[in-house]
């Protein structure tokens, strides 16, 4: 079956690192893909994993490992906007044309 | 960067009527549209897969009877919900994939629906 983990809900401190994983299990992959949602909004993309490694992007880092079925989201200087829930996702092309299967999204407090 | 818009983005309806959501991309062709939902604190679900010019695709458990779609155009797809009732009551999200992109989908804004 398909499965998506990653922790539900974080708290973090201003100007700190914050690190959220993800693990998945999946018929088929294709790219792993996270996502910030603020409450009662879309989804934004973040990043975009298809081979194993490091990907940085300003503030924001996501690291796969394909091998492991494992992803993590590493925020730097946080700031109080990034209080969000982040959803990690990954496409399966063992699905409908390539979707995306989401996680249940890790709903991050940023606190003073 | 690309642009999905969907509308309304709130909607309150009776039970047992009948709510249309479009979901447009602005300046990008998408043969392929994804309608979600995504019910309080829960991940977002896929309902179906809408392919202009062709039936839609629904995964398991979802009536294609109840969620009518159509994607008419490479830049238009609707989700009708019809004969609603409260359990209906969601968000409900589409997003869209560029054909020359084979990476990010964009989400449109969502639409919360109400049914009372």
């Known amino acids: 079956g398909q499965n998506i983990d990653q922790p539900t809900e974080m708290t973090a401190t201003e100007g700190a690192i914050v690190q959220i994983n993800c693990t998945y299990q999946?018929?088929?992959?294709?790219?792993l893909f996270w996502y910030q949602q603020h409450a009662g909004e879309a989804p934004t993309f973040l990043s975009y994993?298809?081979?194993?490694g490091l990907e940085e992007k300003g503030r924001f880092s996501s690291f796969l490992s394909r091998s492991k079925g494992y992803s993590y989201l590493l925020l730097k200087e946080l700031q109080m906007k990034d209080s969000a829930s982040y959803l990690c996702?990954?496409?399966?092309?063992?699905?409908?044309?390539?979707?995306?299967?989401f996680g249940k999204g890790t709903k991050l407090s940023v606190k003073p | 960067g690309a642009v999905v818009s969907q509308h309304p983005s709130r909607v309150i309806c009776k039970s047992g009527t009948s709510v249309k959501i479009e979901c447009r991309s602005l300046?990008?062709?998408?043969?392929?549209m994804f309608w979600y939902r995504q019910f309080p604190k829960q991940s977002l679900m896929l309902m179906a897969t809408?392919?202009?010019?062709?039936?839609?695709?629904?995964e398991q458990g979802v009536e294609k009877d109840k969620f009518l779609i159509n994607h008419a155009s490479l830049t238009l797809s609707t989700l009708t919900v019809t004969s609603a009732h409260p359990e209906d009551s969601s968000f409900y999200i589409c997003?869209?994939?560029?054909?020359?992109?084979?990476?990010?989908?964009?989400f449109g804004q969502g639409t919360r629906l109400t049914v009372v």
């Open positions: 997003s869209a994939r560029r054909q020359d992109m084979n990476t990010e989908a964009f």
């Open positions: 999946t018929s088929g992959f294709n790219g």
């Open positions: 994993n298809v081979l194993d």
């Open positions: 996702a990954v496409r399966d092309y063992g699905g409908s044309q390539g979707n995306l299967i």
């Open positions: 300046d990008f062709q998408a043969t392929t």
């Open positions: 809408s392919n202009e010019g062709s039936k839609a695709t629904y």
